[in-house]
């Protein structure tokens, strides 16, 4: 392709963009494609014939457009939000121009320093000491296992990385309600999953730190070596958070390395009234939260911050001939902060984010989806024949319908009525298990998401259960 074509392209393509923004609440927020049916579509065509981006364009739209669950539409409620922004998209754009490889910083000098400025400016944003210090992970499952690792090598002075383990009879704890990240870190890290004890939650749904201790205090006596606990900040069932204070206070009685899991819910520490949800988190030993996820950032953005820095590049630097550079004393290499040796320019975007909207600008966006999850619970507690599984600690409603004197299965009426929502089309639910009830969660986060969109999903979701309730 020419670059004369190339620009046409782009503008056609950046038309493309802006028009599906406009309509994009129209289409079915839940992809409504069978299994196979895109595939079965792909097969029958020749994928090495030779065609112009136009045609490309053309098939996109006409075979994988049906096959995609719109994240951007404002009627987006389901698992935990990957939102994004105009000012993200744009600095995508330029990120795709520019195809960094930004493993050291002579790959990539601007992309280094913007990462790190960037992180320390978020830090800051978010209200966390200076102590920290942050890089960005492709996703908190990494940033976990990241941490994991660190605590590994750091309590056995680096030589499980030489010599494997030696018969170390590591734990690892975490809440119940914790989220699955944590037990495939702790997998992959060598640990085994029989080695990460899940501690049990309170009435919501958060960690007891009393049962922490007894089980630390249990495994000690068994001649286990508690190594590392996962705080939740925001757990993906209900939004719960665990008690980070008190779990600090045990972390630093046994020596434990403390990770700290708000992948989510981070983004609400950009509120100065929200933080004592995270009260205590400055003692944390690392801390993970997403801006991919409810900070208006592209897919991906993890932001992983560290107490110790060394810690973390002593566990992960290598450091062959070929990639030795006379600036290594005075410069970050983000190629030894964590897994992968490329890293893509994830910063710009960010960047750009943070800018465009502004703090006061994020700081809107975020209180107005705070307001509307509590007005969406308002509205369902108002109702005899609707209850709220858990407490609205952020955004994330969990909520049943329970009609009554109902005498049927409530976890199976509820699993219908999700079905039926999100075959509308209209707006898309997930759901969790509380306590095994069956709970249909609801999350205000999409960037666009209004209190209009909110009143007409609680309307459909009223007129949608009293059909089913009467059938
Ligand atoms: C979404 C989520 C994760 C995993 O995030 P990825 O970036 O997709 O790995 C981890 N922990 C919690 C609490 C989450 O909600």
Redesign the pocket.
């Known amino acids: 392709m020419n670059n004369d074509t190339f620009r046409k392209e782009l503008h056609r393509f950046a038309d493309w963009i802006a028009d599906y923004y406009e309509k994009v609440d129209g289409y079915p927020v839940k992809s409504q494609v069978q299994p196979r049916e895109i595939f079965s579509q792909l097969s029958r065509m020749d994928c090495f014939e030779e065609v112009e981006t136009e045609t490309l364009l053309a098939d996109f739209e006409r075979i994988l457009l049906p096959g995609i669950t719109h994240w951007q539409s404002p009627n987006f409620y389901a698992y935990?939000p990957a939102n994004t922004s105009p000012p993200s998209i744009l600095a995508e754009m330029l990120t795709a121009a520019l195809a960094q490889q930004c493993m050291i910083w002579e790959t990539s000098p601007a992309a280094t320093e913007l990462e790190e400025y960037v992180m320390s400016q978020l830090r800051d944003l978010i209200g966390l000491p200076e102590t920290f210090t942050g890089v960005i992970q492709d996703?908190?499952?990494?940033s976990?296992l990241t941490a994991m690792l660190m605590a590994r090598e750091r309590a056995t002075n680096y030589s499980i990385n030489d010599r494997g383990f030696s018969g170390e009879r590591f734990r690892l704890y975490c809440s119940e309600e914790a989220?699955s990240?944590i037990e495939k870190g702790v997998k992959i890290a060598g640990f085994g999953k029989e080695n990460l004890v899940k501690i049990p939650v309170d009435g919501n749904f958060a960690m007891i730190p009393r049962e922490l201790e007894a089980r630390i205090q249990q495994d000690l006596q068994a001649g286990f070596l508690p190594l590392a606990v996962v705080s939740?900040m925001?757990?993906?069932g209900s939004t719960a958070f665990d008690p980070i204070r008190e779990i600090a206070g045990i972390a630093s009685r046994y020596r434990l390395f403390h990770h700290v899991?708000g992948?989510?819910a981070g983004t609400a520490l950009i509120l100065p009234e929200m933080r004592h949800l995270a009260d205590g988190l400055e003692l944390a030993d690392s801390f993970v939260f997403?801006p991919?996820?409810w900070m208006f950032t592209n897919f991906d953005c993890?932001a992983f911050y560290v107490k110790d820095p060394e810690a973390l590049i002593r566990t992960f630097s290598i450091t062959p001939e070929y990639l030795k550079t006379k600036r290594d004393e005075e410069v970050n290499n983000y190629r030894d902060w964590g897994i992968p040796l490329g890293r893509r320019f994830r910063a710009l975007k960010l960047w750009f984010v943070l800018r465009n909207y502004g703090k006061a600008g994020l700081q809107t966006k975020i209180r107005e989806h705070l307001r509307l999850a509590r007005l969406f619970a308002e509205k369902l507690g108002s109702r005899k024949d609707f209850r709220l599984l858990a407490p609205v600690a952020l955004n994330t409603v969990c909520f049943h319908y329970e009609p009554s004197n109902y005498a049927g299965d409530l976890n199976e009426l509820n699993a219908g009525l999700l079905d039926r929502l999100n075959s509308s089309g209209k707006l898309y639910l997930t759901h969790t298990k509380l306590r095994d009830q069956f709970a249909l969660r609801l999350v205000v986060a999409q960037t666009d998401t209004t209190e209009r969109h909110i009143r007409e999903a609680f309307d459909f979701i009223v007129k949608t259960a009293e059909e089913i309730g009467l059938e």
Not at 139 to 142: I, M
């Open positions: 935990f996703s908190a499952s990494t976990t989220h990240s939740a925001g757990t993906t899991d992948a989510m997403n991919h996820k993890s």
